[in-house]
């Protein structure tokens, strides 16, 4: 049985070393291919920790994180996630940004990653002034040769739960690929939808 809980702001304290451990576990696969440190991990978060508003909800197994989803105010996060909605008119002030969904391998399939979205809507629809939920997915050449054969793009997905690919609202993050000597700049692209006014 799969329980899930919320934990707002620095709630997630005690669990942030299981969720960067699963954050470095999971990225590691193809796309993202990231090879990250725990170092790394207790900075990306500490703006979660920081944020009075940001939402993490966690997926135990037992005693064990096996899954997380993340959300936090864009207005709480670093310009570099900002700089795009500003570019395109979107004020930073009416967006929450989605950061993850992440699950062991085993645990996928099962209807989780829709719970995800639902329970960072919810939280996000409670916050006041929000009126656009956004994450961002890392881009790829489709004949990319480190792209798992078996792989599926959740692109269907993010599409049948209300989210617009959006290639006018790109970032640039920098970290290490596990085929990298030292890490450099990707493109990632955002996915957006928008809600009435509460
Ligand atoms: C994203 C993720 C959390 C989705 O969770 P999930 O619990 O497997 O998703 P669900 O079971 O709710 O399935 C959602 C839909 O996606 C489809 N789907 C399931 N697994 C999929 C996969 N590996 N690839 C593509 N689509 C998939 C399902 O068919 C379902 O669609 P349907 O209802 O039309 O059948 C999970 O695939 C994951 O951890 N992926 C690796 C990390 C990642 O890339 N995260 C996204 C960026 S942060």
Same mark, same amino acid.
């Given at each position: 049985?799969?329980?899930?809980?919320?934990?707002?702001? %620095?709630e997630?304290?005690?669990?942030?070393?299981?969720?960067?451990g /699963? #954050?470095?576990? $999971?990225?590691?696969?193809? *796309?993202?291919l990231?090879?990250? %440190?725990?170092?790394? =991990?207790?900075?990306?978060?500490?703006?979660?920790?920081?944020?009075v508003?940001?939402? $993490?909800?966690?997926? !135990?197994? =037992?005693?064990?994180?096996?899954g997380?989803?993340?959300?936090?105010?864009?207005?709480?996060?670093g310009?570099?996630?900002?700089? *795009?909605f500003?570019r395109?008119?979107?004020?930073?002030?009416?967006?929450?940004? !989605?950061?993850? %969904?992440?699950?062991?391998?085993?645990? #996928?399939?099962?209807?989780?990653?829709?719970? !995800?979205f639902?329970?960072?809507?919810?939280?996000? #629809?409670? /916050?006041p002034?929000?009126?656009?939920?956004?994450?961002?997915?890392?881009?790829?050449?489709?004949?990319?040769?480190?792209?798992?054969?078996?792989y599926?793009?959740?692109?269907?997905?993010?599409?049948?739960?209300?989210?617009?690919? #959006? *290639?006018?609202l790109?970032?640039? !993050?920098?970290?290490?690929?596990?085929? =990298?000597?030292v *890490?450099?700049?990707?493109?990632?692209?955002?996915?957006?939808? %928008?809600?009435?006014?509460?």
């Amino acid at each position: 049985m799969i329980r899930l809980q919320n934990f707002i702001g %620095s709630e997630m304290e005690p669990h942030l070393e299981a969720l960067g451990g /699963l #954050r470095i576990r $999971v990225f590691r696969e193809y *796309p993202y291919l990231y090879d990250g %440190s725990l170092e790394y =991990e207790r900075e990306y978060l500490q703006t979660y920790l920081n944020s009075v508003d940001s939402c $993490v909800v966690l997926a !135990f197994d =037992e005693d064990q994180v096996v899954g997380a989803t993340t959300c936090i105010p864009l207005s709480h996060e670093g310009s570099e996630f900002q700089e *795009p909605f500003i570019r395109v008119g979107i004020p930073v002030g009416e967006v929450c940004y !989605f950061g993850e %969904s992440i699950l062991l391998p085993r645990y #996928r399939g099962q209807g989780l990653g829709k719970v !995800f979205f639902q329970l960072r809507e919810a939280h996000a #629809r409670s /916050l006041p002034g929000i009126r656009t939920t956004a994450f961002c997915a890392v881009d790829r050449l489709a004949n990319d040769p480190r792209r798992p054969l078996d792989y599926r793009p959740l692109d269907g997905f993010w599409t049948s739960q209300g989210y617009q690919r #959006r *290639p006018d609202l790109q970032a640039h !993050f920098v970290w290490k690929e596990t085929t =990298e000597e030292v *890490p450099t700049s990707k493109t990632l692209t955002f996915w957006i939808k %928008s809600w009435p006014a509460l």
